[in-house]
Structure formats: structure tokens, C-alpha cells
């Protein structure tokens, strides 16, 4: 895994939050807001290059659907977006539930003594470590489910 960072963003319509993985992809960083501009194609340029900067081999993209799970005007305004960064780099592109992640945040910022007025510069890219944190628990759990069936598999060869 060594090398095989992630690169996580929090697509909003004014701002985009960037976290980005440790080399071992054993936790998120947050790193910086993106501040849009009136070109979703000049944004995602921006946001390529951000990646190509941290040198990450994935891209996160977190997916905001409502409490229920169901779409809202946002998922597809977001999934544009996605599609848009899709049809412009080789490196795949994943997307990871991010219900609550701003929420999570804006507790986070509140809980250390954060004002009020500060909170917009870091908030976004809190909740894209929280959408990265939740990609990389998933990631780890498929390793280990085929770390456990490729060992049972050795086992029942080694049966037969």
C-alpha cells in the first residue's frame, strides 16, 4: 500500500474540501479549501492538479444523498461534477457516502474553540477527511475479507 495514497474531495457549490491520505492510507489529512470558480472546467483542472501534486493513485469523491439514501438536486449536481473530473483523468474515481461528514466538522470545529467566522476556511476539508477516514475503513475491510478467503481457499487445498 505503500505510495498508493488517496485524495479525497468535499464537491460544494462555492467551496471543495481536500484531505488526502498518509502514505500508508492509515488515516486522512485535511488539507486545504478550493474556492470555486464560474468554470466547472477551470475547477477541475485546479483540482487534478492538486492531485497530481500530492501524488495520489485514487480520487474520493464524496457523494451527498439525503437522511433516506435517496437522490436530491445536490447528488446531481455533484455527480456532473464527478463525471466532469472523470472524463479528464486516468486515475479512477470513487465515491463515498458523505451524509453527515459536515455536521461532523462544523461539532469538530465547534468542540476545539473554533469561531464562528473561521469555520468556513477548514470546515470542508474536515468533512473530506471524514468522506476519506470512511473510504479507507472500507478499503481495509475488503482487504481483510480476501486476506480471510484467500487463507481459507489455501486451507481447503491443502485438505484435499
Known sequence: ?????????????????????DPFNEYAIPCETYFRTRSMQE?????????????????VCGLPVNYDGTESIQTIRTQEFINALSASTDLPIETEDE???TM???????????????RKKTVDSIAAS???????????ERERRA???NEEKGEEENVD
Open 1 to 21: 500500500m505503500l505510495g498508493k495514497r488517496a485524495i479525497a474531495f468535499d464537491i460544494g457549490n462555492k467551496r471543495i474540501g481536500v484531505a488526502v491520505s
Open 43 to 59: 475547477d477541475v483542472r485546479a483540482l487534478l492538479k492538486i492531485a497530481q501534486s500530492k501524488g495520489v493513485s485514487v480520487i
Open 99 to 101: 451524509r453527515f461528514t
Open 104 to 118: 461532523q466538522a462544523r461539532e469538530t470545529q465547534i468542540m476545539g474553540g473554533v469561531k464562528r467566522d473561521e
Open 130 to 140: 471524514y468522506i476519506l477516514e470512511s473510504y479507507l475503513c472500507r478499503q481495509k
Open 147 to 149: 486476506a480471510r478467503e
